[in-house]
């Protein structure tokens, strides 16, 4: 449970890193304002943006969400975004609810997701606090996206909802259940844990995913 600290060092004159354009789709389900201050550390202008020619032309891609999974599919459809998503080739990160709808489905208003990762969003049991709200420990890290990561560092947290385990899990965390914290399908990564609030340890995952 670090603190910030600037990680900009390699940062490019243009503002971003190592030459990569970040675009956060911006569906109206997130508070993407946070992570585009996350980006900013590290010396990157993300551009805010739901114009599908921007998203295509990006080097990176995240997709951020936070709410109630139902709902925030509706936008997608509205906007298209939800055939956008699946298509897209270029690294993209989905984040905490942004991770759920690349599942399968979702118990959360009996959502069917965008399919990308082999996985399905349970509700967490009764026996536990819920929603799962602060730090946590992640673990059994398999990915490049947690390189100069410990095991069991911590990150923070904030769900109702987690994701079964699959093959492709590439992180792992204890509540109550053992489930997937992280997944990776070819180019599409995603966190449960918000990064762009787990201090050194998260930006180091967003440095490592612009790395990619």
């Not at 202008?45 to 709410?67: M, R, T």
């Not at 602060?134 to 996206?145: A, C, Q, R, Y």
Request: hydrophobic share 40%; glycine share 8%.
């Amino acid at each position: 449970m670090s603190d910030f600290k600037d990680l900009s060092k390699n940062s490019s004159p243009s503002g971003t890193l190592d030459g990569a354009s970040v675009v956060i789709i911006n569906y109206g389900a997130g508070n993407i304002k946070s992570i585009q201050f996350a980006f900013k550390r590290l010396g990157v202008d993300a551009i805010l943006s739901n114009n599908p020619e921007e998203i295509l032309a990006a080097d990176k891609i995240i997709f951020p969400g936070v709410g109630e999974a139902s709902s925030a599919m509706k936008m997608l459809k509205e906007s298209g975004l939800d055939k956008l998503i699946p298509e897209l080739k270029q690294p993209v990160l989905g984040i905490c609810l942004g991770m759920q709808l690349l599942c399968l489905s979702t118990e959360e208003g009996n959502t069917k997701g965008l399919g990308i990762f082999q996985s399905h969003v349970k509700r967490f049991s009764d026996d536990v606090k819920v929603p799962q709200m602060g730090w946590n420990v992640i673990k059994d890290l398999k990915s490049n996206l947690f390189k100069g990561i410990k095991e069991n560092e911590y990150m923070y947290l904030v769900h109702s909802y987690y994701a079964e385990h699959c093959q492709e899990t590439i992180a792992k965390t204890d509540y109550g259940i053992n489930y997937a914290s992280a997944l990776q399908h070819e180019n599409f990564y995603g966190v449960q844990f918000h990064p762009e609030k787990s201090g050194i340890e998260g930006q180091k995952v967003l440095k490592n995913f612009l790395a990619l």
